[in-house]
């Protein structure tokens, strides 16, 4: 079976739109490969979290993603802070990454600009970190957003390059796989584009009922349709990719075609979506809840996930050591 290693940036919580995008391809992933996610928690240093967000944070994600349905037991989920060995992948990876090639790194150049009073050095060697986590795994395949791809390239090229100072063929280079080519974007409440944390526009998986209520009646509308059969506008188009997305058929069908003969009342629409948005949330929002209350719990299942990553990076290290002609 096909070895894939996934990252997850400790971003915060869950929303809609990271579920349908992201989170439930990872679920059917672990079904098909042979899966393990990490939570990368060494990357988030490069903005300098406090302890209590990053152990929060690692609460949050293991919990949220548990919830949505990954099962540990088919895909172990662990700290990358966890799984030591990284490190030392990450430095002898570094020996051999080039200032030049660092600084070209177009996500490295975004950082510079976003934030020139911190321009550290784990930014620019950011690609030799991610390229430590998926090499060390031998994985065949990384699920990654198109803001990753060169990341991704970064990591074929240190280990082509690994293979050819030390005249080995050890390291295999890893595919991207494109899981969110064909997911939906999910639009947020507020008109137009996409749901987005930063863009405030977003329902969260834990959110209760009474916020997704406020958010959903508060999403923006128009004065209604003007014409029978008209094209929708963006708004009201969002709306309906809701719509699609959690509620049933029959549903959809009925406000379209109410919304096609201009009978449509956009606070029933509203009042219907927020509580199939309801319905769809709510047994993942439970499930959150239960993880939260059993820390225990969750750091049995990341630390089984450490030792498993953990075996199979001493592994490798054992292998690199040898390679480079160091002691085992
Ligand atoms: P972010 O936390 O914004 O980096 O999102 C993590 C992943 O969730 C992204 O790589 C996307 O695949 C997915 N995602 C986020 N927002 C949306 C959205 N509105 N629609 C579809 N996918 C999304």
């Given at each position: 079976?096909?070895?894939?290693?996934?990252?997850?940036?400790?971003?915060?919580?869950?929303?809609l739109?990271?579920?349908?995008?992201?989170?439930?391809?990872?679920?059917?992933?672990?079904?098909?490969?042979?899966?393990?996610?990490?939570?990368?928690?060494?990357?988030?240093?490069?903005?300098?979290?406090?302890?209590?967000?990053?152990?929060?944070?690692?609460?949050?994600?293991?919990?949220?993603?548990?919830?949505?349905?990954?099962?540990?037991?088919?895909?172990?989920?662990?700290?990358?802070?966890?799984?030591?060995?990284?490190?030392?992948?990450?430095?002898?990876?570094?020996?051999?990454?080039?200032?030049?090639?660092?600084?070209?790194?177009?996500?490295?150049?975004?950082?510079?600009?976003?934030?020139?009073?911190?321009?550290?050095?784990?930014?620019?060697?950011?690609?030799?970190?991610?390229?430590?986590?998926?090499?060390?795994?031998?994985?065949?395949?990384?699920?990654?957003?198109?803001?990753?791809?060169?990341?991704?390239?970064?990591?074929?090229?240190?280990?082509?390059?690994?293979?050819?100072?030390?005249?080995?063929?050890?390291?295999?280079?890893?595919?991207?796989?494109?899981?969110?080519?064909?997911?939906?974007?999910?639009?947020?409440?507020?008109?137009?584009?996409?749901?987005?944390?930063?863009?405030?526009?977003?329902v969260?998986?834990?959110d209760?009922e009474?916020?997704i209520k406020?958010k959903v009646?508060?999403?923006?509308?128009?004065?209604?349709?003007?014409?029978?059969?008209?094209?929708?506008?963006?708004?009201?188009?969002?709306?309906?990719?809701l719509l699609?997305l959690v509620s049933?058929?029959?549903?959809?069908?009925?406000?379209?075609?109410?919304?096609?003969?201009?009978?449509?009342?956009?606070?029933?629409?509203?009042?219907?979506l927020a509580a199939d948005i309801n319905a769809f949330c709510a047994?993942?929002?439970?499930?959150?809840?239960?993880?939260?209350?059993?820390?225990?719990?969750?750091?049995?299942?990341?630390?089984?996930?450490?030792?498993?990553?953990?075996?199979?990076?001493?592994?490798?290290?054992?292998?690199?050591?040898?390679?480079?002609?160091?002691?085992?």
């Amino acid at each position: 079976m096909e070895r894939v290693i996934s990252g997850i940036r400790p971003t915060g919580n869950l929303h809609l739109g990271n579920y349908f995008g992201a989170v439930k391809s990872f679920v059917q992933m672990q079904h098909e490969y042979d899966s393990m996610f990490f939570i990368a928690d060494w990357h988030s240093l490069t903005t300098h979290p406090t302890p209590e967000d990053i152990r929060r944070s690692a609460r949050t994600i293991l919990s949220e993603y548990l919830a949505c349905g990954i099962d540990p037991e088919k895909a172990p989920i662990y700290i990358q802070s966890d799984v030591k060995e990284v490190l030392e992948l990450y430095l002898y990876l570094n020996m051999n990454a080039y200032l030049g090639e660092l600084e070209r790194v177009t996500s490295f150049k975004d950082k510079v600009r976003a934030q020139p009073e911190n321009v550290n050095a784990g930014l620019l060697t950011y690609p030799c970190l991610m390229a430590a986590d998926i090499l060390m795994h031998k994985a065949d395949k990384v699920p990654v957003g198109k803001d990753q791809e060169q990341n991704m390239e970064m990591a074929r090229l240190f280990a082509r390059r690994f293979n050819r100072i030390y005249n080995v063929e050890y390291f295999k280079e890893p595919e991207s796989y494109h899981f969110n080519k064909h997911a939906v974007k999910v639009p947020g409440l507020n008109g137009t584009g996409k749901m987005g944390k930063s863009e405030g526009n977003a329902v969260y998986l834990c959110d209760d009922e009474a916020t997704i209520k406020k958010k959903v009646m508060r999403a923006v509308t128009d004065a209604g349709p003007e014409r029978l059969n008209q094209e929708k506008p963006e708004p009201i188009a969002n709306l309906f990719t809701l719509l699609e997305l959690v509620s049933t058929q029959e549903t959809y069908d009925f406000f379209n075609e109410a919304y096609n003969n201009m009978t449509i009342r956009y606070g029933d629409l509203k009042k219907q979506l927020a509580a199939d948005i309801n319905a769809f949330c709510a047994p993942i929002r439970e499930k959150i809840l239960e993880y939260q209350a059993n820390p225990k719990l969750l750091d049995e299942i990341a630390a089984a996930g450490a030792a498993k990553a953990s075996a199979r990076a001493a592994q490798t290290i054992k292998e690199v050591r040898e390679i480079i002609g160091f002691r085992v």
